[in-house]
Each structure stands twice: as C-alpha cells, then as structure tokens.
C-alpha cells in the first residue's frame, strides 16, 4: 500500500533556513501537501504541490519535488521560534476528493 | 476566515460507553472526513462522506463506527461501544469542489478511554 516517511526530529538555530524531507511510494501520487501541528492544535494546511510541478514557493515557504525520486522537501527561510511544531508531508493519489495518506511528521525544535 | 469547529475539545468516557463527537465544516464544503490519531502514531483515515452517504473507508471503521449528517451544518462521528484502543486525537476534515481538493482539519477531539 502507499506509505509516506518522514525523519522524525529536526534541530536548527532561529534565522537559518529548515529542510524537512519526505520520501513517499505510491507513483501516482498527485496532489502533496505539508500541514502544520502546533501543541494541543489541529492540522493547518500550510502549502500544497501538484505532481507535475517541480517547485512552489510560498513567502518564507519552499517546496521541491522531485518525482523520478519519490522526495518532498519544505524549506522554510529565516527559521523562526513560532515555526516550531510538528510537520506532516501527506499526499493523495487520485485527482479527487480521496483519503490524505500521512507520514508520522518531522519535529521542528528552533533554538533561540 | 472560514475554518472547521469540533466539539468537545476533550471526552473522556469508560469502556464500553457510547461517545458522539461533533463537527461543523465550512460552510461551502462538500466532502468530509474523520481521521484519528493515536499518540506518538501517523494520523490515520477513518471515513469519508459525500452527498448524504459513506463514499470510503478504512479498515478501522467497523461496525462500532457510524457517521451523520443530522442537519445542514453537523457532521458526527458515533462510536457505539467504546474500547481503550480508541483513544486517540480525533479529527474531522473537509474539502470542497471544483478541482479545490485541499482538507482543511478542525482542532480534534481528544477522546480518553478508561
């Protein structure tokens, strides 16, 4: 079946740039996304990319793709302490109103 | 702007005892789906609805599961007989149409089984 990971912790220093990497199975993807988990907080869309794109950029926010590969990468610029949180590559493979398949979410720890 | 509200925040109830846990969904949305998530695990789907009916799930939602829509704005999910295995962070999401595929998740429901 289709399976999304993630590595699970992330460490970096307010005002460096993050790189959170998802590696992900399933060929058809089509759609993927990288929600945000706050503590004690729900699920917030943060950006999204379509299989035929090779990068999207969002303000602060980088998302590569490469597909040949099966890897997501979300770069966030100049790190900041609220970016801390837990963060979520999932994807959906058929165009369509279809379950999201999840990773377990990379830790986001910044050090002031 | 318009987001997804579930309520309770927190449930807590013994084994065996029935919960209903409630959501609204924005308003112009169509398509809406439970998901849960058990702690230290990857959110995982349960179900999803569409026009009045079930249109998937997973294999966790059996028998013991049911969802709603009771009225123009409510999407429930019912666990009937609930087991220590399903506490977990619930939650509910929704997505509209017209090529817009983007689930928005409310807040969860954390559901304390004892």
């Known amino acids: 079946g289709e399976d999304v990971e993630q590595s699970l912790f992330l460490s970096v220093r307010e005002g460096d740039s993050s790189v959170i990497n998802c590696t992900y199975t399933d060929s058809s993807s089509t759609y993927l996304y990288w929600y945000k988990q706050e503590p004690g907080a729900g699920l917030q869309l943060l950006t999204y990319i379509f299989s035929n794109m090779d990068m999207k950029q969002d303000q602060r926010l980088t998302v590569l793709l490469n597909k040949k590969d099966k890897h997501l990468s979300l770069r966030i610029a100049d790190t900041q302490t609220g970016d801390s949180a837990i963060y979520f590559c999932?994807?959906?493979?058929?165009?369509?109103?279809?379950?999201?398949?999840f990773g377990k979410g990379t830790r986001l720890s910044v050090i002031a | 702007e318009p987001e997804v509200t579930q309520t309770p925040s927190h449930q807590v109830t013994q084994m065996g005892q029935e919960v209903i846990l409630r959501c609204v969904p924005i308003?112009?949305?169509?398509?809406f789906y439970w998901y849960r998530q058990i702690l230290g695990q990857k959110v995982e789907f349960l179900v999803s609805f569409y026009n009045n009916e079930i249109s998937e799930k997973s294999e966790i939602f059996d028998d013991q599961f049911s969802v709603e829509r009771p009225d123009g704005s409510n999407f429930t999910l019912k666990i009937r007989s609930t087991k220590l295995e399903d506490s977990a962070m619930y939650f509910c999401?929704?997505?509209?149409?017209?090529?817009?595929?983007?689930?928005?998740f409310g807040p969860g429901t954390r559901l304390t089984v004892t």
């Open positions: 999401a929704s997505s509209g149409t017209g090529g817009r595929y983007e689930q928005y």
């Open positions: 308003s112009n949305h169509l398509y």
């Open positions: 999932a994807e959906i493979s058929l165009p369509g109103n279809t379950p999201l398949v």
